[in-house]
């Protein structure tokens, strides 16, 4: 059976089918009301807000630590990265051979220009 331009135009417009989505609370599936529902119902609504807004908080809370950070903090975060550094370095860990590294100019370890 041959369809015409009209039967397509038809099928596109009116009669389209409608997917489902999984509810961001439950895990069921429901027919979506508009593009933007994520929730199957006004009670999953108001617990992805709240959710949302907590973890908008968290965000905000952690950038705000990171803001107050004193300078002692920082440097006590650096102390233990070097510290850890010299510990792999002297115990054989970083030492590099001159045909495996491309930093070196012939000399046994690690050249920083």
Not at 25 to 51: D, N, S
Not at 66 to 80: D, F, N, P, V
């Amino acid at each position: 059976m041959k369809r015409s331009p009209m039967d397509k135009i038809k099928n596109t417009s009116l009669e389209q089918k409608i997917r489902l989505r999984k509810c961001a609370i439950w895990p069921i599936k429901f027919t979506p009301r508009g593009m933007g529902h994520k929730t199957c119902c006004t009670e999953c609504a108001i617990l992805y807000v709240a959710q949302q807004k907590e973890k908008a908080d968290k965000k905000d809370t952690d950038r705000r630590k990171l803001a107050i950070k004193k300078h002692s903090a920082w440097e006590g975060e650096l102390q233990a990265i070097v510290n850890k550094y010299v510990r792999i370095r002297d115990s054989g860990g970083l030492v590099y051979h001159a045909e495996r590294c491309a930093l070196s100019d012939g000399r046994q370890g690690i050249i920083f220009p």
